[in-house]
């Protein structure tokens, strides 16, 4: 089982960024995924987590901002994030599990994540 995040960068504070991760050797489809993050000096944190069914989950610091959204066919999900705060830097991860233990105790191996870093 391997996660692979992308899209991380550099922005402006009020901008965009659009996170990747590709999922492999995980019955896609079957699991809700989520994304994480880990701003320095700060433990890891839940963003978003979006089920099977697609029916999805926020922290409170990120709804109305970021939206989650996944590919089953291509073993792909998403994190849209708009109108983005100096607060919102992390390294973001993905990770996968059950539905109702996701946010808390994912599944899948941790992979490098991706940097996101908001200047003011």
């Known amino acids: 089982e391997q996660l692979v995040e992308s899209g991380g960068g550099l922005v402006q504070a009020g901008g965009s960024l659009r996170l990747s991760c590709v999922a492999s050797?995980?019955?896609?489809?079957?699991?809700?995924m989520a994304w994480f993050r880990q701003a320095p000096g700060k433990e890891l944190e839940f963003v978003a987590a979006?089920?099977?069914?697609?029916?999805?989950a926020y922290v409170d610091s990120v709804k109305g901002r970021f939206t989650i959204s996944r590919d089953n066919a291509k073993h792909t999900f998403y994190l849209e994030m708009n109108k983005l705060q100096p607060e919102d830097t992390a390294v973001y991860y993905c990770?996968?599990?059950?539905?109702?233990?996701?946010?808390?105790?994912?599944?899948?191996?941790w992979g490098q994540g991706t940097q996101v870093t908001v200047s003011s």
């Open positions: 990770n996968w599990g059950n539905r109702l233990t996701v946010a808390s105790m994912p599944k899948g191996s």
């Open positions: 979006i089920h099977s069914s697609g029916n999805t």
């Open positions: 050797g995980v019955t896609f489809s079957a699991y809700s």
